[in-house]
């Protein structure tokens, strides 16, 4: 099994519609991340956790929020979804630690919004 | 917040070597530099990273300029499997906010 495991894979849905994208990892990793990547262009970072109570804002948080339900658990919501929120998202974790912080990325989860 | 710049894009022949240039002039004194590729239809993994000294691993060597402004990714020779997106990510002053730039695509020729 994955060590970082994203749900659903892939999902298609309409304008307005309410989506949750989930992530849950099995590292015992406190730091989580949630980035999207659109055709051609690099990863842009979402929003980020350092542990359940710590959530910070990225570099695109609007339309989005987010959910650390435990230290494995991490969710990304988009409460009315839009068509320019068409993406592939990734979730990604890391160990606390200096100079090291690897991530881990899981398989990414494929967004279509109609 | 440290920028970094790299190319677009680049090319080279299979089992030859591949040096691919960052330059992170804002680097911070204590941010490590990261590497990471993405293959085709995959997320990131790690490649590497460093503080000040070059360092070396299975996949690949990097190399830090003394005064930390740039750094390049060696792969000793290329194979057809290292073709794939390399970002070069130094964190944001400690925080481990790592922000991903658009990287280089790196072309393997046959």
Known sequence: DADVTQTPRNRITKTGKRIMLECS??????????YRQDPGLGLRLIY?????????????????????????KFSLSLESAIPNQT???????????????????GEGSRLTVL | DAKTTQPNSMESNEEEPVHLPCNHSTI?????????????SQGPEYVIHGLT??????MASL????????????LHRATLRDAAV??????????????????TRLKVLA
């Open chain 1, 87 to 105: 993406a592939l998202y990734f979730c990604a974790t890391s160990v606390r630690g200096v100079g090291t912080g690897e991530l881990f990325f």
């Open chain 1, 25 to 34: 990892q099995t590292k015992g990793h406190d730091r989580m991340y949630w």
């Open chain 2, 86 to 103: 390399y970002y070069c990510i130094p964190p944001r002053g400690g925080t481990y906010k790592y922000i991903f730039g658009t990287g």
């Open chain 2, 53 to 58: 000294s070059n360092v070396n691993n299975r």
């Open chain 2, 28 to 40: 911070s004194g204590t941010d490590y530099i990261h590497w990471y590729r993405q293959l085709p």
């Open chain 1, 48 to 72: 980020y956790s350092f542990d359940v109570k710590d959530i910070n804002k990225g570099e695109i948080s609007d339309g989005y929020s987010v959910s650390r339900q435990a230290q494995a």
């Open chain 2, 63 to 74: 190399a830090i300029a003394e005064d930390r402004k740039s750094s390049t990714l060696i």
